[in-house]
């Protein structure tokens, strides 16, 4: 079975458009097969998103794992502010492009085996991480995080508390200072600062 953060190029494309209203101000999403939460916004993204948008959010932000785009998207319409977003996921990067186009927003979406092809320090990194690649491989992304953030920066993601959200904040006190800053429907946001 494929997961939406390999590259199957068997898998036939069959892309699906859908609109969302944020902040008063609409999108249109293009979304395929192989790429996570086809055909909406899943409710942890939408929260990480609400989240982030009521921050004081500037300077340069990584979308981390963007998935077809939604997260770096809404905030360069939103915020206004440099936005890089990478994916492992070929067809993922693919479909960003084509979301950033069809929303009138410039970022710069590139293909990235995690920080492979990074080049540049981040204020913020958001990322909705992909969980089914492993305790191991998460906390990995997460740790080497550290070398691609300003000394200021802060990480936020989305985690499910039953899938290890509360064993991955005791975890990564050991880096960061870590904070929910946010819980719903089982879902928390958690912030990962620089210490």
């Given at each position: 079975m494929s997961h939406y953060f390999e590259n199957d190029n068997t898998l036939e494309s069959n892309i699906k458009d859908f609109d969302i209203s944020i902040n008063n101000i609409k999108f249109t999403f293009s979304t395929d097969n192989g790429v996570f939460s086809k055909g909406e916004l899943d409710f942890g993204t939408n929260l990480l998103i609400k989240n982030?948008?009521?921050?004081?959010?500037?300077?340069?932000?990584?979308?981390?794992?963007?998935?077809?785009?939604?997260?770096?998207?809404?905030?360069?319409?939103?915020?206004?502010?440099?936005?890089?977003?990478?994916?492992?996921?070929?067809?993922?990067?693919?479909?960003?492009?084509?979301?950033?186009?069809k929303n009138n927003v410039n970022v710069n979406a590139f293909y990235s085996d995690g920080y492979e092809n990074v080049n540049n320090?981040?204020?913020?990194?958001?990322?909705?991480?992909?969980?089914?690649?492993?305790?191991?491989?998460?906390?990995?992304?997460?740790?080497?995080?550290?070398?691609?953030?300003?000394?200021?920066?802060?990480?936020?993601?989305?985690?499910?508390?039953?899938?290890?959200?509360?064993?991955?904040?005791?975890d990564m006190s050991v880096y960061y200072d870590v904070k929910t800053i946010d819980k719903e429907k089982g879902f928390l946001i958690i912030s990962l600062k620089n210490n």
């Open positions: 982030v948008l009521s921050m004081d959010i500037t300077g340069n932000v990584l979308d981390l794992g963007c998935g077809y785009g939604p997260i770096g998207i809404i905030l360069k319409k939103i915020k206004d502010i440099n936005v890089d977003m990478i994916d492992i996921n070929k067809r993922a990067v693919h479909l960003t492009k084509m979301n950033a186009k320090n981040y204020d913020f990194i958001i990322s909705n991480p992909p969980i089914r690649i492993g305790k191991k491989n998460l906390y990995k992304l997460l740790i080497d995080a550290k070398k691609y953030l300003n000394k200021t920066g802060e990480i936020f993601v989305v985690v499910r508390k039953e899938q290890g959200a509360l064993s991955l904040i005791k």
